[in-house]
């Protein structure tokens, strides 16, 4: 099994911070997972990659469109992925979604995880 449960969403304005983070637990999740994914969803858009970490740490990945201003980490002790996101943008609006990856390098598709969280609403007012 595999739980993935987000918190740190809000409301914000333009410029802010926000630290989300991913706790993840199960007997498949600390068996097989090899890092956690971050997803986001804005209204009428398709689900898209925002961000990805190995539990290694050595394989990190961003989305272009947060390159510079979102930083991932994770604490393996705690099986937590963390997203801080610093000067954040009114296009950043979306529900953040936590995804359990299995495979040696993340996927940018969201079809390609099975695992989500209940997700996060992020709204960024200008």
């Known amino acids: 099994q595999v739980h993935l449960v987000e918190s740190g969403g809000g409301l914000v304005q333009a410029g802010d911070s926000l630290r989300l983070s991913c706790a993840a637990s199960?007997?498949?999740?600390?068996?097989?997972?090899?890092?956690w994914v971050w997803f986001r969803q804005a209204p009428g858009k398709e689900r898209e990659f925002v961000s990805a970490?190995?539990?290694?740490?050595?394989?990190?990945d961003y989305a272009d469109s947060v390159k510079g201003r979102f930083t991932i980490s994770r604490d393996n002790a705690e099986n937590i992925a963390y997203l801080q996101m610093n000067s954040l943008k009114p296009e950043d609006t979306a529900v953040y979604y936590c995804?359990?990856?299995?495979?040696?390098?993340?996927?940018?598709?969201?079809?390609?995880?099975?695992?989500w969280g209940q997700g996060t609403q992020i709204t960024v007012s200008s």
């Open positions: 970490i190995g539990r290694s740490g050595h394989i990190i």
């Open positions: 995804a359990a990856q299995f495979s040696s390098v993340p996927h940018y598709k969201a079809a390609a995880y099975n695992y």
């Open positions: 199960g007997r498949t999740w600390s068996t097989f997972a090899t890092g």
